[in-house]
Protein backbone atom coordinates (compact mmCIF):
# COMPACT_ATOMS: atom_id res chain seq x y z
CA UNK A 1 0.00 0.00 0.00
CA UNK A 2 2.71 2.26 0.48
CA UNK A 3 4.75 1.53 -2.34
CA UNK A 4 1.29 2.19 -3.95
CA UNK A 5 0.45 5.62 -2.43
CA UNK A 6 4.15 6.52 -3.15
CA UNK A 7 3.81 5.83 -6.95
CA UNK A 8 0.37 8.02 -7.16
CA UNK A 9 2.19 10.95 -5.41
CA UNK A 10 4.94 10.67 -8.03
CA UNK A 11 2.66 10.52 -10.86
CA UNK A 12 0.30 13.22 -9.55
CA UNK A 13 3.79 15.49 -9.19
CA UNK A 14 4.81 14.61 -13.25
CA UNK A 15 1.23 15.59 -14.21
CA UNK A 16 1.20 18.71 -12.64
CA UNK A 17 5.25 19.49 -14.02
CA UNK A 18 4.38 18.68 -17.07
CA UNK A 19 0.56 20.95 -17.46
CA UNK A 20 3.16 23.45 -15.87
CA UNK A 21 5.33 23.47 -18.83
CA UNK A 22 2.44 22.87 -21.38
CA UNK A 23 0.49 26.32 -19.76
CA UNK A 24 4.10 28.31 -20.27
CA UNK A 25 4.56 26.58 -23.40
CA UNK A 26 0.86 28.00 -24.81
CA UNK A 27 1.18 31.24 -22.74
CA UNK A 28 4.22 32.02 -24.50
CA UNK A 29 2.35 31.47 -28.07
CA UNK A 30 -0.32 34.10 -27.00
CA UNK A 31 2.39 36.37 -26.37
CA UNK A 32 2.83 37.33 -30.00
CA UNK A 33 -0.91 37.45 -30.40
CA UNK A 34 -0.64 40.48 -27.68
CA UNK A 35 2.03 41.93 -28.68
CA UNK A 36 2.55 42.99 -32.18
CA UNK A 37 6.39 43.53 -32.14
CA UNK A 38 7.23 39.39 -30.93
CA UNK A 39 5.78 38.10 -33.89
CA UNK A 40 9.47 39.16 -34.95
CA UNK A 41 10.84 36.34 -33.43
CA UNK A 42 9.35 32.72 -34.53
CA UNK A 43 7.69 30.74 -31.73
CA UNK A 44 10.05 28.18 -31.00
CA UNK A 45 12.59 30.56 -30.10
CA UNK A 46 10.46 32.72 -28.32
CA UNK A 47 10.33 29.19 -25.99
CA UNK A 48 13.99 29.12 -25.95
CA UNK A 49 14.44 32.73 -24.35
CA UNK A 50 11.68 32.15 -21.69
CA UNK A 51 13.14 28.54 -21.09
CA UNK A 52 16.63 30.63 -20.33
CA UNK A 53 15.09 33.56 -18.65
CA UNK A 54 13.66 30.75 -16.17
CA UNK A 55 16.84 28.86 -15.87
CA UNK A 56 18.24 32.40 -15.26
CA UNK A 57 15.74 32.37 -12.10
CA UNK A 58 16.67 29.16 -11.30
CA UNK A 59 13.01 27.88 -12.10
CA UNK A 60 13.27 24.54 -13.23
CA UNK A 61 10.74 22.76 -14.86
CA UNK A 62 11.38 18.74 -15.43
CA UNK A 63 14.56 17.03 -16.01
CA UNK A 64 14.90 16.77 -19.84
CA UNK A 65 16.51 13.09 -20.18
CA UNK A 66 18.00 11.50 -23.48
CA UNK A 67 15.21 9.11 -23.46
CA UNK A 68 12.24 11.54 -23.10
CA UNK A 69 13.71 13.12 -26.42
CA UNK A 70 15.10 10.40 -28.42
CA UNK A 71 11.81 7.83 -27.78
CA UNK A 72 9.21 10.06 -27.26
CA UNK A 73 9.51 13.35 -28.91
CA UNK A 74 11.93 12.76 -31.55
CA UNK A 75 9.35 10.16 -33.38
CA UNK A 76 6.58 12.37 -33.84
CA UNK A 77 8.77 15.45 -34.99
CA UNK A 78 10.50 13.51 -37.73
CA UNK A 79 7.37 11.84 -38.93
CA UNK A 80 5.93 15.08 -39.27
CA UNK A 81 8.22 16.84 -41.68
CA UNK A 82 8.41 13.68 -43.58
CA UNK A 83 5.20 13.73 -44.20
CA UNK A 84 4.38 16.80 -45.12
CA UNK A 85 7.89 16.64 -47.33
CA UNK A 86 7.15 16.68 -51.17
CA UNK A 87 9.64 13.99 -52.55
CA UNK A 88 9.21 15.15 -56.02
CA UNK A 89 10.72 18.57 -54.98
CA UNK A 90 13.40 16.38 -52.85
CA UNK A 91 14.56 14.28 -55.18
CA UNK A 92 15.77 17.05 -57.43
CA UNK A 93 17.93 18.03 -54.09
CA UNK A 94 18.98 14.68 -53.60
CA UNK A 95 22.63 14.77 -54.57
CA UNK A 96 23.38 17.76 -52.12
CA UNK A 97 21.04 16.22 -49.76
CA UNK A 98 23.14 13.03 -49.61
CA UNK A 99 26.23 14.80 -49.90
CA UNK A 100 25.40 16.96 -47.05
CA UNK A 101 23.99 13.99 -44.57
CA UNK A 102 26.69 12.18 -45.36
CA UNK A 103 30.14 13.89 -46.25
CA UNK A 104 29.22 17.57 -44.41
CA UNK A 105 28.67 15.02 -40.85
CA UNK A 106 32.09 13.80 -41.40
CA UNK A 107 33.59 16.99 -41.82
CA UNK A 108 31.66 18.56 -39.02
CA UNK A 109 33.13 15.72 -36.61
CA UNK A 110 36.49 15.97 -37.81
CA UNK A 111 36.57 19.92 -38.08
CA UNK A 112 35.41 20.38 -34.23
CA UNK A 113 37.18 17.57 -32.58
CA UNK A 114 40.45 18.90 -34.23
CA UNK A 115 39.80 22.04 -33.08
CA UNK A 116 39.10 21.48 -29.53
CA UNK A 117 42.14 18.76 -29.31
CA UNK A 118 44.97 21.77 -30.51
CA UNK A 119 42.96 24.79 -29.15
CA UNK A 120 41.40 23.43 -25.87
CA UNK A 121 43.56 20.45 -25.31
CA UNK A 122 40.31 17.96 -24.82
CA UNK A 123 40.86 14.29 -25.44
CA UNK A 124 40.51 13.16 -28.65
CA UNK A 125 38.09 11.17 -27.48
CA UNK A 126 35.59 14.07 -25.59
CA UNK A 127 36.79 16.33 -28.52
CA UNK A 128 35.13 13.32 -31.01
CA UNK A 129 32.18 12.51 -29.32
CA UNK A 130 31.26 16.61 -28.96
CA UNK A 131 31.50 17.26 -32.73
CA UNK A 132 29.39 13.91 -33.16
CA UNK A 133 26.76 15.63 -30.74
CA UNK A 134 27.13 18.81 -32.80
CA UNK A 135 26.64 17.56 -36.21
CA UNK A 136 23.06 16.93 -36.34
CA UNK A 137 21.32 20.17 -37.38
CA UNK A 138 17.82 20.87 -36.22
CA UNK A 139 16.35 23.72 -38.10
CA UNK A 140 12.86 23.25 -37.03
CA UNK A 141 12.71 27.36 -36.13
CA UNK A 142 14.09 28.46 -39.49
CA UNK A 143 11.61 26.23 -41.55
CA UNK A 144 8.94 27.64 -39.43
CA UNK A 145 10.10 30.69 -40.32
CA UNK A 146 11.05 30.14 -44.17
CA UNK A 147 7.02 28.56 -44.24
CA UNK A 148 5.91 32.29 -42.51
CA UNK A 149 8.29 34.25 -45.40
CA UNK A 150 7.10 32.26 -48.21
CA UNK A 151 11.32 31.30 -48.84
CA UNK A 152 11.61 29.74 -51.86
CA UNK A 153 10.83 26.24 -52.11
CA UNK A 154 14.43 24.88 -53.34
CA UNK A 155 15.80 26.58 -49.98
CA UNK A 156 13.31 24.98 -47.74
CA UNK A 157 13.62 21.57 -49.21
CA UNK A 158 17.39 21.72 -49.35
CA UNK A 159 17.63 22.50 -45.76
CA UNK A 160 14.57 20.10 -44.61
CA UNK A 161 15.79 17.13 -46.94
CA UNK A 162 19.82 17.70 -45.24
CA UNK A 163 18.30 17.94 -41.36
CA UNK A 164 15.82 14.92 -42.22
CA UNK A 165 18.41 12.61 -42.97
CA UNK A 166 22.18 13.93 -41.27
CA UNK A 167 20.15 13.36 -37.78
CA UNK A 168 20.36 9.94 -38.73
CA UNK A 169 23.48 9.68 -39.94
CA UNK A 170 24.88 11.76 -37.06
CA UNK A 171 23.44 9.57 -34.64
CA UNK A 172 24.81 6.47 -36.18
CA UNK A 173 28.65 8.14 -36.02
CA UNK A 174 27.83 9.11 -32.32
CA UNK A 175 26.81 5.24 -31.32
CA UNK A 176 30.54 4.17 -33.27
CA UNK A 177 32.24 7.36 -31.39
CA UNK A 178 30.63 6.52 -27.76
CA UNK A 179 31.89 3.05 -28.28
CA UNK A 180 35.39 3.57 -28.86
CA UNK A 181 35.37 6.80 -26.11
CA UNK A 182 34.27 3.86 -23.59
CA UNK A 183 37.04 1.32 -25.06
CA UNK A 184 34.40 -1.46 -25.92
CA UNK A 185 35.05 -1.02 -29.91
CA UNK A 186 37.94 0.03 -31.80
CA UNK A 187 37.65 2.98 -34.45
CA UNK A 188 38.52 1.02 -37.45
CA UNK A 189 37.57 2.57 -40.90
CA UNK A 190 36.10 -1.21 -42.32
CA UNK A 191 34.09 -2.39 -39.46
CA UNK A 192 32.58 1.27 -39.22
CA UNK A 193 31.82 1.34 -43.28
CA UNK A 194 30.42 -1.91 -42.57
CA UNK A 195 28.48 -1.16 -39.66
CA UNK A 196 27.08 1.97 -41.17
CA UNK A 197 25.82 0.45 -44.26
CA UNK A 198 24.28 -2.22 -41.95
CA UNK A 199 22.73 0.41 -40.08
CA UNK A 200 21.34 2.86 -42.94
CA UNK A 201 19.82 -0.37 -45.05
CA UNK A 202 18.37 -1.97 -42.16
CA UNK A 203 16.26 1.44 -41.00
CA UNK A 204 15.66 2.22 -44.98
CA UNK A 205 14.49 -1.40 -44.97
CA UNK A 206 12.23 -1.19 -42.23
CA UNK A 207 10.94 2.24 -43.28
CA UNK A 208 9.76 1.17 -46.72
CA UNK A 209 8.30 -1.58 -45.85
CA UNK A 210 6.19 -0.58 -43.01
CA UNK A 211 5.54 2.56 -45.21
CA UNK A 212 4.07 0.35 -47.96
CA UNK A 213 2.03 -2.11 -45.53
CA UNK A 214 0.48 0.55 -44.12
CA UNK A 215 -0.52 2.25 -47.15
CA UNK A 216 -2.03 -1.10 -48.50
CA UNK A 217 -3.72 -1.48 -45.22
CA UNK A 218 -6.11 1.69 -45.32
CA UNK A 219 -6.95 1.12 -48.66
CA UNK A 220 -9.41 -1.29 -47.61
CA UNK A 221 -11.05 1.07 -45.62
CA UNK A 222 -12.20 4.71 -44.99
CA UNK A 223 -11.94 5.00 -41.10
CA UNK A 224 -10.46 8.56 -40.29
CA UNK A 225 -9.56 7.72 -36.65
CA UNK A 226 -8.14 4.55 -37.50
CA UNK A 227 -6.11 5.79 -40.29
CA UNK A 228 -4.92 8.44 -38.19
CA UNK A 229 -4.03 6.04 -35.24
CA UNK A 230 -1.80 3.84 -37.59
CA UNK A 231 0.53 6.89 -38.61
CA UNK A 232 0.80 7.47 -35.16
CA UNK A 233 1.91 3.74 -34.81
CA UNK A 234 4.09 3.90 -37.41
CA UNK A 235 5.97 6.76 -36.51
CA UNK A 236 6.76 4.86 -33.40
CA UNK A 237 6.61 1.17 -34.81
CA UNK A 238 9.40 2.39 -37.55
CA UNK A 239 11.97 3.70 -34.73
CA UNK A 240 11.36 0.97 -31.92
CA UNK A 241 11.51 -1.83 -34.71
CA UNK A 242 14.60 -0.63 -36.54
CA UNK A 243 16.49 -0.48 -33.14
CA UNK A 244 15.35 -3.80 -32.46
CA UNK A 245 16.85 -5.36 -35.48
CA UNK A 246 19.73 -2.96 -35.00
CA UNK A 247 19.12 -0.35 -37.40
CA UNK A 248 18.77 3.14 -37.65
CA UNK A 249 15.37 4.57 -35.64
CA UNK A 250 15.66 8.18 -37.03
CA UNK A 251 16.03 6.62 -40.87
CA UNK A 252 13.17 4.46 -40.56
CA UNK A 253 11.13 7.20 -39.00
CA UNK A 254 11.52 9.30 -41.72
CA UNK A 255 11.43 6.53 -44.54
CA UNK A 256 7.96 5.27 -43.63
CA UNK A 257 6.94 9.05 -42.86
CA UNK A 258 7.86 10.07 -46.83
CA UNK A 259 5.92 6.86 -48.10
CA UNK A 260 2.92 7.42 -46.46
CA UNK A 261 2.93 11.20 -47.06
CA UNK A 262 3.41 10.70 -50.49
CA UNK A 263 2.18 7.53 -51.54
CA UNK A 264 -0.22 6.13 -48.82
CA UNK A 265 -1.73 9.48 -48.25
CA UNK A 266 -2.57 9.74 -52.24
CA UNK A 267 -3.75 6.08 -52.59
CA UNK A 268 -5.44 4.94 -49.61
CA UNK A 269 -6.69 8.23 -47.92
CA UNK A 270 -10.00 10.21 -49.38
CA UNK A 271 -9.21 13.83 -49.08
CA UNK A 272 -10.99 14.46 -46.26
CA UNK A 273 -8.93 12.11 -44.20
CA UNK A 274 -5.97 13.23 -45.24
CA UNK A 275 -6.71 16.67 -44.63
CA UNK A 276 -8.00 15.12 -41.15
CA UNK A 277 -4.53 13.34 -40.58
CA UNK A 278 -2.53 16.42 -41.64
CA UNK A 279 -3.94 18.48 -39.24
CA UNK A 280 -3.63 16.06 -36.53
CA UNK A 281 0.40 16.29 -37.20
CA UNK A 282 0.82 19.70 -37.44
CA UNK A 283 -1.18 19.79 -33.60
CA UNK A 284 1.58 16.84 -32.65
CA UNK A 285 4.58 18.94 -33.95
CA UNK A 286 3.22 22.23 -32.46
CA UNK A 287 2.52 20.29 -29.37
CA UNK A 288 5.97 18.40 -29.17
CA UNK A 289 8.21 21.31 -30.32
CA UNK A 290 6.30 23.74 -27.44
CA UNK A 291 7.77 21.22 -24.83
CA UNK A 292 11.36 20.35 -26.13
CA UNK A 293 12.22 24.27 -26.81
CA UNK A 294 11.09 25.81 -23.71
CA UNK A 295 12.97 23.03 -21.72
CA UNK A 296 16.16 23.07 -23.87
CA UNK A 297 16.39 26.55 -22.46
CA UNK A 298 15.07 25.62 -19.15
CA UNK A 299 17.91 23.21 -18.98
CA UNK A 300 20.58 25.89 -19.27
CA UNK A 301 22.85 25.66 -16.10
CA UNK A 302 24.85 29.15 -16.21
CA UNK A 303 27.69 28.61 -13.90
CA UNK A 304 29.11 25.08 -16.00
CA UNK A 305 28.67 27.52 -19.28
CA UNK A 306 31.31 30.14 -17.69
CA UNK A 307 33.76 27.83 -16.56
CA UNK A 308 33.59 25.64 -19.82
CA UNK A 309 33.25 29.38 -21.70
CA UNK A 310 36.83 29.05 -23.53
CA UNK A 311 35.76 25.36 -24.78
CA UNK A 312 32.20 26.86 -25.69
CA UNK A 313 34.12 29.24 -28.22
CA UNK A 314 36.03 27.18 -29.74
CA UNK A 315 33.60 24.80 -30.28
CA UNK A 316 31.24 27.67 -32.16
CA UNK A 317 34.15 28.58 -34.52
CA UNK A 318 35.25 25.07 -35.26
CA UNK A 319 31.09 24.49 -35.73
CA UNK A 320 30.74 27.47 -37.76
CA UNK A 321 34.17 27.00 -40.44
CA UNK A 322 33.70 23.54 -40.95
CA UNK A 323 29.80 23.91 -41.86
CA UNK A 324 30.79 26.88 -43.94
CA UNK A 325 33.74 24.63 -45.67
CA UNK A 326 31.34 21.48 -46.48
CA UNK A 327 28.25 23.59 -47.33
CA UNK A 328 30.51 25.87 -49.89
CA UNK A 329 32.61 23.32 -51.12
CA UNK A 330 30.14 20.01 -51.35
CA UNK A 331 27.68 22.95 -53.07
CA UNK A 332 30.45 23.54 -55.51
CA UNK A 333 30.47 19.41 -56.40
CA UNK A 334 26.80 19.48 -56.28
CA UNK A 335 26.36 22.21 -58.82
CA UNK A 336 28.77 20.60 -61.00
CA UNK A 337 27.73 16.90 -61.10
CA UNK A 338 24.01 17.41 -60.80
CA UNK A 339 23.45 21.12 -62.18
CA UNK A 340 21.63 21.83 -58.25
CA UNK A 341 21.91 25.30 -59.35
CA UNK A 342 22.43 26.14 -55.72
CA UNK A 343 22.97 29.88 -55.41
CA UNK A 344 26.03 31.54 -53.29
CA UNK A 345 23.18 33.47 -51.42
CA UNK A 346 21.15 30.29 -51.18
CA UNK A 347 24.47 28.61 -49.63
CA UNK A 348 25.20 31.05 -47.43
CA UNK A 349 21.59 30.60 -45.91
CA UNK A 350 22.25 27.09 -45.46
CA UNK A 351 25.55 27.53 -43.67
CA UNK A 352 23.67 30.04 -41.27
CA UNK A 353 20.98 28.28 -40.54
CA UNK A 354 22.39 25.33 -39.56
CA UNK A 355 21.10 25.12 -36.25
CA UNK A 356 21.94 23.01 -33.85
CA UNK A 357 19.10 21.68 -30.92
CA UNK A 358 17.01 18.57 -29.64
CA UNK A 359 18.65 15.96 -31.10
CA UNK A 360 22.51 17.51 -29.94
CA UNK A 361 20.96 17.73 -26.27
CA UNK A 362 19.60 14.07 -26.59
CA UNK A 363 23.24 12.67 -27.78
CA UNK A 364 25.28 14.59 -24.77
CA UNK A 365 23.19 13.72 -22.28
CA UNK A 366 22.97 9.88 -23.29
CA UNK A 367 26.41 10.15 -22.54
CA UNK A 368 27.28 7.28 -19.15
CA UNK A 369 27.73 9.15 -15.95
CA UNK A 370 30.98 6.80 -15.81
CA UNK A 371 32.61 9.10 -18.94
CA UNK A 372 35.33 11.68 -17.13
CA UNK A 373 34.34 15.09 -19.34
CA UNK A 374 30.10 13.96 -18.69
CA UNK A 375 29.59 17.41 -17.06
CA UNK A 376 31.88 19.63 -19.40
CA UNK A 377 31.12 17.84 -22.59
CA UNK A 378 27.27 18.46 -21.17
CA UNK A 379 27.80 21.97 -20.43
CA UNK A 380 29.97 22.85 -24.00
CA UNK A 381 27.34 21.54 -26.33
CA UNK A 382 24.39 24.00 -24.61
CA UNK A 383 26.58 26.12 -24.62
CA UNK A 384 26.99 25.85 -28.60
CA UNK A 385 23.01 25.08 -28.83
CA UNK A 386 22.26 28.11 -27.00
CA UNK A 387 24.55 29.98 -29.72
CA UNK A 388 22.59 28.50 -32.93
CA UNK A 389 19.42 29.19 -31.62
CA UNK A 390 19.25 32.60 -30.13
CA UNK A 391 22.16 33.89 -32.43
CA UNK A 392 21.84 32.37 -35.53
CA UNK A 393 18.28 31.92 -35.06
CA UNK A 394 17.39 35.58 -34.30
CA UNK A 395 19.40 36.89 -37.23
CA UNK A 396 18.43 34.32 -40.19
CA UNK A 397 15.42 36.73 -41.32
CA UNK A 398 18.04 39.78 -41.59
CA UNK A 399 20.14 37.68 -43.40
CA UNK A 400 17.38 36.58 -46.04
CA UNK A 401 16.49 40.47 -46.20
CA UNK A 402 20.33 41.23 -46.82
CA UNK A 403 21.00 38.71 -49.88
CA UNK A 404 17.54 39.21 -51.46
CA UNK A 405 15.76 35.61 -50.63
CA UNK A 406 13.31 37.28 -48.52
CA UNK A 407 9.78 35.46 -50.17
CA UNK A 408 6.66 37.14 -51.22
CA UNK A 409 4.41 35.41 -48.88
CA UNK A 410 2.59 38.03 -47.38
CA UNK A 411 1.60 39.05 -51.12
CA UNK A 412 0.84 35.77 -52.11
CA UNK A 413 -2.04 36.00 -49.12
CA UNK A 414 -3.13 39.39 -50.16
CA UNK A 415 -3.32 37.75 -53.83
CA UNK A 416 -5.23 34.93 -52.66
CA UNK A 417 -7.12 37.00 -50.15
CA UNK A 418 -8.86 38.90 -52.89
CA UNK A 419 -9.22 35.81 -55.16
CA UNK A 420 -11.66 34.20 -52.62
CA UNK A 421 -13.59 37.30 -52.13
CA UNK A 422 -13.76 37.94 -55.94
CA UNK A 423 -15.50 34.66 -55.80
CA UNK A 424 -17.64 34.96 -52.98
CA UNK A 425 -19.03 38.15 -54.31
CA UNK A 426 -19.50 36.83 -57.70
CA UNK A 427 -21.57 33.72 -56.13
CA UNK A 428 -23.23 36.27 -54.15
CA UNK A 429 -24.38 38.62 -57.48
CA UNK A 430 -25.77 35.03 -58.70
CA UNK A 431 -27.80 34.08 -56.14
CA UNK A 432 -28.99 38.10 -56.20
CA UNK A 433 -29.83 37.48 -59.80
CA UNK A 434 -32.29 34.57 -58.87
CA UNK A 435 -33.71 35.72 -55.98
CA UNK A 436 -34.95 39.00 -57.86
CA UNK A 437 -37.93 38.51 -58.66
CA UNK A 438 -38.99 36.50 -54.81
CA UNK A 439 -42.04 37.86 -53.53
CA UNK A 440 -41.95 41.18 -50.70
CA UNK A 441 -38.19 41.88 -52.26
CA UNK A 442 -38.79 46.08 -52.90
CA UNK A 443 -36.90 46.71 -55.82
CA UNK A 444 -34.66 49.71 -54.14
CA UNK A 445 -33.71 47.35 -51.49
CA UNK A 446 -32.34 44.52 -53.99
CA UNK A 447 -30.94 47.35 -56.22
CA UNK A 448 -28.83 48.80 -52.98
CA UNK A 449 -27.64 45.33 -52.73
CA UNK A 450 -26.82 44.52 -55.84
CA UNK A 451 -25.06 48.25 -55.83
CA UNK A 452 -23.21 47.30 -52.76
CA UNK A 453 -21.90 43.62 -54.21
CA UNK A 454 -20.65 44.96 -57.87
CA UNK A 455 -18.84 48.33 -55.86
CA UNK A 456 -16.93 45.70 -54.28
CA UNK A 457 -16.10 43.72 -56.64
CA UNK A 458 -15.32 46.28 -58.58
CA UNK A 459 -12.85 47.43 -55.75
CA UNK A 460 -11.38 43.91 -55.57
CA UNK A 461 -11.35 43.66 -59.55
CA UNK A 462 -8.50 46.67 -58.92
CA UNK A 463 -7.28 45.52 -56.07
CA UNK A 464 -6.34 42.35 -58.18
CA UNK A 465 -4.92 44.26 -61.42
CA UNK A 466 -2.81 46.45 -59.49
CA UNK A 467 -1.41 43.07 -57.86
CA UNK A 468 -0.89 41.29 -61.09
CA UNK A 469 0.91 44.41 -62.57
CA UNK A 470 3.20 44.95 -59.52
CA UNK A 471 4.39 41.70 -58.83
CA UNK A 472 4.07 39.29 -62.00
CA UNK A 473 5.46 36.33 -59.95
CA UNK A 474 1.97 36.45 -58.10
CA UNK A 475 0.01 35.22 -61.05
CA UNK A 476 2.63 32.75 -61.29
CA UNK A 477 1.89 31.16 -58.17
CA UNK A 478 -2.00 31.19 -58.82
CA UNK A 479 -1.48 28.97 -61.56
CA UNK A 480 1.20 26.44 -59.32
CA UNK A 481 -2.11 26.26 -57.33
CA UNK A 482 -4.51 25.52 -60.04
CA UNK A 483 -1.74 22.59 -61.23
CA UNK A 484 -1.87 21.36 -57.47
CA UNK A 485 -5.42 21.19 -57.08
CA UNK A 486 -5.49 19.49 -60.51
CA UNK A 487 -3.17 17.21 -59.70
CA UNK A 488 -4.64 16.32 -56.33
CA UNK A 489 -7.93 15.85 -58.23
CA UNK A 490 -6.48 13.10 -61.13
CA UNK A 491 -4.65 11.29 -57.55
CA UNK A 492 -7.96 10.83 -55.60
CA UNK A 493 -9.85 9.95 -59.00
CA UNK A 494 -7.45 7.13 -59.13
CA UNK A 495 -7.17 6.28 -55.48
CA UNK A 496 -11.38 6.02 -55.59
CA UNK A 497 -10.63 3.49 -58.69
CA UNK A 498 -8.23 1.27 -56.21
CA UNK A 499 -10.45 1.84 -53.70
CA UNK A 500 -13.49 -0.14 -55.58
CA UNK A 501 -10.96 -2.44 -56.97
CA UNK A 502 -11.55 -1.20 -60.64
CA UNK A 503 -7.58 -0.24 -60.44
CA UNK A 504 -4.89 -2.31 -58.72
CA UNK A 505 -2.36 0.15 -58.19
CA UNK A 506 -1.50 3.79 -58.74
CA UNK A 507 -1.26 5.80 -62.46
CA UNK A 508 1.13 8.03 -63.38
CA UNK A 509 0.20 11.26 -62.62
CA UNK A 510 -0.64 13.16 -66.45
CA UNK A 511 0.62 16.94 -64.92
CA UNK A 512 3.71 15.13 -62.68
CA UNK A 513 4.97 13.50 -66.35
CA UNK A 514 4.61 16.78 -67.96
CA UNK A 515 6.75 18.48 -65.57
CA UNK A 516 9.61 16.48 -65.92
CA UNK A 517 10.03 16.62 -69.25
Same mark, same amino acid.
Given at each position: ? #??? +?? =??? &?????????????????????????? =????????????????????? /?????????? *???? @??? @??? !??? *???????????????????????????????????????????? #? &???? /???????? &????????????????????? #?????? !????????????????????????????????????????????????????????????? @??????????????????????????????? &????? =?????????????????? *??????????? %??????????????????????????????????????? %???????????????????????????????????? /?????????????????? =?????? !?????????????? #????????????????????????????????????? +??????????????????????????? @???????????????????? !???????????????????????????????
Amino acid at each position: M #LES +GL =GEI &TIEDELKRFLLVLCVSLAVAAIPRIF =GWFRQIPYTLMLVIVGTGLAW /LDVRLVNLSP *ELIL @LIF @LPP !LLF *EAAWNSNWSHLKHQLVPISLFASLGVVVSVTGIAISLTQLAHLP #L &TTAL /LLGACLAA &TDPVSVMALFKELGVAKQLST #LMEGES !LFNDGMAIVVFSFLLEFALGTSDLALQPVITRLLIVVGVGLGVGWLLGFAISYLTQRFDLP @LVEQSLTLVSAYGAYLLAEEFGGSGVIATVA &TGLVL =GNFGSRIGMNPRTRVFVT *EFWDFIAFFVN %SIVFLLIGNQIYFQDLSKNGWAIVITIAAMLLSRLVFVY %SLSFVSNRLANSQITLPAQTVVWWGGLRGAVSIALV /LSVPVSFPERSDTIATVF =GAVLFT !LLVQGLTIKPLLAA #LNLLGDQPIRQQYMEAIARRTALQRVVQYLQQAEQRP +GIEPEFYGYQMSLVKGELSSIEREIDV @LDDEYPNVRAYAQAQLKSEL !LAIEAETYAEFIQTGQLNHALPLLLEKEEDV
